[in-house]
């Protein structure tokens, strides 16, 4: 079977040396977890000077796979995990900036080390969309497989007796545990290493999300800068209203940024309402009574491949799904009924599901509202199920133009006793100009579950994809100013979650923008239904939303109006804000910048106004 492959002479020697197994199906794969025992198994491995190291538990349960990591760090993923060991052009820690040594003795130390664990699970997949992706493969230990089988359903996994002839990978990832202790102090590391034809990742964790899940974007992130498109950091639904309208909206953002919320059902109280958010000062709670909602047609959760073989003459981006499978955080989730039918579908699935940091019983039911405990009476903050998209109800699997490409900030709660850049209201219209700026910058947010941050208003960087990229930034600003340009009728907002103004909200603006958008039936507002923005930022803001008859209080659009916040509170937000662009922006004022990316740069950093936004031209 290996003969299918063509494979760098290195890797050929490397598999000549162990028992290879090629996954037969998705079954033979969960088989492999539990080789040695039928209910549980451990992950460990024999690590010099240490000794035995055990990474993580994994427990066979009724509905699925439970892991869970012994180390609280590893159960999110870390920011600075990533290493460029090649020459290659990046804006990115080299390997040697970073550890002070050439990476070359450490990349055969790990083909060594794989060379003797004697059986190796070999895997093909395509990375990206299983149409018009990427031929790749991982090569791992046996005891890794639950990583192995993490991957197989957040790609397009080819069983054994699928592949096709002269099967030649673009990319190959390579997994290496102990190096974790043994080269990095304990960190996340992994380490790209961008060949001729090939990108070599190595995996030195066995956490899914820098490796398996975002290491596979860096790949598709990686070869699209050197062909001219973008693999976006967004979900995608196709929303129906109650009238049969059909309408897209494409939601982009960094990591809790409300992408996976975008495509779930609106939760509700215990009495059918809608608790649109509780005010922090006065516990004043504001409900909403929405009898019929609209029906979700889920494209994309987290990555959307924007290829240039899918444009089309509309005008409009269009996209696809560059995943087989979605990496659900949970942790929204407290107890049964707040969404009943994710809740169904994980407690009883077609075929058994991998959950991750939470407390699933060997022979039990793993629930997705039982966390795993950090600490005693803390749960992990970032509970994970892989989802299968196939599993996925009312699923779309054709590429699709999008109507709206919203962006979505965490945002903290916001007083004249507490300033912040609270300040976002539920949802603002931004011209492309703008749209493009806030994509550049792309606030990490306020208390965000996924990975481990610091305090203070961070940026994931441009796109909110650039944790993931290992190339140069400014190209990756240029693509997007491109994309925009090339699309001019799809359209953007900008939603905030968590906090407006005092009022906490969770995830509440993003679905009721939503139900509000699509039930209007058109992307475009008339001028008088408008009105800027108190800080220019954040372009305008609708003058009054009304939902199945119900208006939301002007304090949720405009947070300045809330008696609890006022103008000068919400400036000192607004000046937080405007900073932080300051920041972050300058680093892209170089001569590698598109002259019309230059010029709307040069119109933030003169204190432009809103108009002077919406005058850029763009055709």
Same mark, same amino acid.
């Given at each position: 079977?290996? $003969?299918?492959?063509?494979?760098?002479?290195?890797?050929?020697?490397?598999?000549?040396?162990?028992?290879?197994?090629?996954?037969?199906?998705?079954? &033979?794969?969960?088989?492999?977890?539990?080789?040695?025992?039928?209910?549980?198994?451990?992950?460990? /491995?024999?690590?010099?000077?240490?000794?035995?190291?055990?990474?993580?538990?994994?427990?066979?349960?009724?509905?699925?796979?439970?892991?869970? +990591?012994?180390?609280? +760090?590893?159960?999110?993923?870390?920011?600075?995990?990533?290493?460029?060991?090649?020459?290659?052009?990046?804006?990115?820690?080299?390997?040697?900036?970073?550890?002070?040594?050439?990476?070359?003795?450490?990349?055969?130390?790990?083909?060594?080390?794989?060379?003797?664990?004697?059986?190796?699970?070999?895997? @093909?997949?395509?990375?990206?969309?299983?149409?018009?992706?990427?031929?790749?493969?991982?090569?791992? @230990?046996?005891?890794?497989?639950?990583?192995?089988?993490?991957?197989?359903?957040?790609?397009?996994?080819?069983?054994? /007796?699928?592949?096709?002839?002269?099967?030649? @990978?673009?990319?190959?990832?390579?997994?290496?545990?102990?190096?974790?202790?043994? &080269?990095?102090?304990?960190?996340?590391?992994?380490?790209?290493?961008?060949?001729?034809?090939?990108?070599?990742?190595?995996? #030195?964790?066995?956490?899914?999300?820098?490796?398996?899940?975002?290491?596979? +974007?860096?790949?598709?992130?990686?070869?699209?800068?050197?062909?001219?498109?973008?693999?976006?950091?967004?979900?995608?639904?196709?929303?129906?209203?109650?009238?049969?309208?059909?309408?897209?909206?494409?939601?982009?953002?960094?990591?809790?940024?409300?992408?996976?919320?975008?495509?779930?059902?609106?939760?509700?109280?215990?009495?059918?309402?809608?608790?649109?958010?509780?005010?922090?000062?006065?516990?004043?709670?504001? #409900?909403?009574?929405?009898?019929?909602?609209?029906?979700?047609?889920?494209?994309?959760?987290?990555?959307?491949?924007?290829?240039?073989?899918?444009?089309?003459?509309?005008?409009?981006?269009?996209?696809?799904?560059?995943?087989?499978?979605?990496?659900?955080?949970?942790?929204?989730?407290?107890?049964?009924?707040?969404?009943?039918?994710?809740?169904?579908?994980?407690?009883?699935? @077609?075929?058994?599901?991998?959950?991750?940091?939470?407390?699933?019983?060997?022979?039990?039911?793993?629930?997705?509202?039982? &966390?795993?405990?950090?600490?005693?009476?803390?749960? %992990?903050?970032?509970?994970?199920?892989?989802?299968?998209?196939?599993?996925?109800?009312?699923?779309?699997?054709?590429?699709?133009?999008?109507?709206?490409?919203?962006?979505?900030?965490?945002?903290?709660?916001?007083?004249?006793?507490?300033?912040?850049?609270?300040?976002?209201?539920?949802?603002?219209?931004?011209?492309?100009?703008?749209?493009?700026?806030?994509?550049?910058?792309?606030?990490?947010?306020? $208390?965000?579950?996924?990975?481990?941050?610091?305090?203070?208003?961070?940026?994931?960087?441009?796109?909110?994809?650039?944790?993931?990229?290992?190339?140069?930034?400014?190209?990756?600003?240029?693509?997007?100013?491109?994309?925009?340009?090339?699309?001019?009728?799809?359209?953007?907002?900008?939603?905030?979650?968590?906090?407006?103004?005092?009022?906490?909200?969770?995830?509440?603006?993003?679905?009721?923008?939503?139900? /509000?958008?699509?039930?209007?039936?058109?992307? /475009?507002?008339?001028?008088? &239904?408008?009105?800027?923005?108190? %800080?220019?930022?954040?372009?305008?803001?609708?003058?009054?939303?009304?939902?199945?008859?119900?208006?939301?209080?002007?304090?949720?659009?405009?947070?300045?109006?809330?008696?609890?916040?006022?103008?000068?509170? #919400?400036?000192?937000?607004?000046?937080?804000?405007?900073?932080?662009?300051?920041?972050?922006?300058?680093?892209?004022?170089?001569?590698?910048?598109?002259?019309?990316?230059?010029?709307?740069?040069?119109?933030?950093?003169?204190?432009?106004?809103?108009?002077? +936004?919406?005058?850029?031209?763009?055709?």
């Amino acid at each position: 079977m290996l $003969s299918k492959f063509q494979l760098p002479v290195d890797v050929q020697e490397l598999l000549a040396k162990v028992s290879v197994i090629i996954p037969e199906n998705r079954e &033979h794969l969960l088989n492999l977890i539990f080789a040695k025992s039928t209910t549980s198994s451990e992950v460990s /491995y024999e690590v010099p000077g240490i000794g035995k190291v055990l990474e993580a538990t994994v427990a066979r349960c009724k509905n699925g796979v439970a892991v869970n +990591y012994t180390d609280v +760090y590893m159960r999110r993923r870390d920011p600075e995990c990533m290493a460029i060991a090649d020459e290659k052009e990046t804006d990115k820690a080299r390997y040697h900036e970073k550890y002070g040594k050439d990476f070359a003795p450490l990349r055969q130390k790990s083909l060594d080390w794989l060379a003797e664990q004697g059986e190796l699970i070999v895997m @093909p997949f395509i990375a990206g969309n299983r149409k018009i992706g990427y031929p790749a493969l991982i090569i791992a @230990p046996v005891n890794s497989a639950f990583f192995v089988a993490a991957l197989a359903d957040l790609q397009a996994f080819i069983p054994k /007796y699928e592949i096709p002839d002269l099967f030649k @990978p673009k990319a190959i990832i390579y997994v290496a545990p102990p190096f974790r202790h043994t &080269h990095f102090e304990g960190k996340q590391v992994v380490v790209h290493n961008r060949l001729t034809d090939m990108h070599e990742l190595f995996s #030195y964790n066995l956490y899914p999300g820098p490796s398996a899940k975002k290491g596979v +974007y860096s790949i598709l992130l990686n070869i699209g800068e050197e062909e001219g498109w973008v693999t976006l950091h967004c979900s995608t639904v196709k929303v129906i209203t109650p009238y049969e309208h059909e309408f897209i909206i494409m939601h982009e953002g960094a990591s809790g940024g409300g992408k996976s919320e975008m495509i779930q059902d609106i939760h509700r109280e215990p009495d059918g309402r809608i608790l649109i958010g509780e005010n922090i000062v006065t516990q004043e709670r504001i #409900y909403l009574q929405l009898s019929e909602v609209c029906e979700l047609y889920p494209i994309t959760d987290d990555m959307g491949l924007c290829h240039t073989k899918l444009q089309n003459d509309s005008k409009k981006l269009v996209v696809v799904d560059a995943e087989d499978g979605w990496f659900l955080r949970v942790d929204h989730l407290k107890h049964y009924g707040t969404e009943p039918n994710l809740e169904q579908l994980t407690i009883h699935p @077609p075929e058994p599901l991998i959950f991750l940091n939470l407390d699933g019983q060997p022979n039990a039911t793993c629930l997705i509202w039982e &966390h795993t405990m950090d600490a005693p009476n803390k749960p %992990c903050p970032n509970p994970r199920v892989i989802m299968p998209r196939r599993f996925v109800r009312h699923i779309i699997n054709e590429p699709i133009e999008v109507d709206v490409r919203s962006f979505g900030v965490r945002t903290p709660p916001t007083t004249r006793e507490t300033p912040n850049y609270g300040i976002i209201g539920m949802i603002h219209i931004l011209p492309p100009a703008l749209a493009w700026l806030w994509r550049l910058v792309a606030p990490r947010g306020h $208390s965000n579950p996924s990975i481990i941050t610091g305090e203070g208003l961070e940026s994931e960087g441009v796109g909110s994809y650039w944790p993931f990229a290992t190339g140069k930034m400014v190209p990756q600003a240029n693509l997007l100013l491109e994309q925009i340009i090339n699309t001019p009728k799809t359209r953007y907002k900008l939603i905030p979650n968590q906090y407006i103004g005092a009022y906490k909200v969770g995830f509440v603006p993003g679905w009721i923008a939503r139900e /509000y958008l699509s039930r209007r039936g058109s992307v /475009y507002f008339k001028p008088e &239904h408008l009105e800027p923005a108190r %800080c220019p930022l954040l372009g305008l803001t609708i003058k009054s939303i009304k939902v199945e008859g119900c208006f939301l209080p002007k304090g949720l659009l405009r947070v300045n109006e809330q008696l609890e916040v006022g103008n000068e509170a #919400y400036d000192k937000g607004a000046q937080i804000l405007a900073d932080f662009f300051r920041r972050e922006l300058k680093q892209f004022q170089t001569p590698e910048l598109h002259p019309l990316a230059r010029e709307i740069i040069d119109i933030f950093m003169a204190d432009g106004t809103l108009d002077d +936004y919406t005058n850029v031209n763009l055709a």
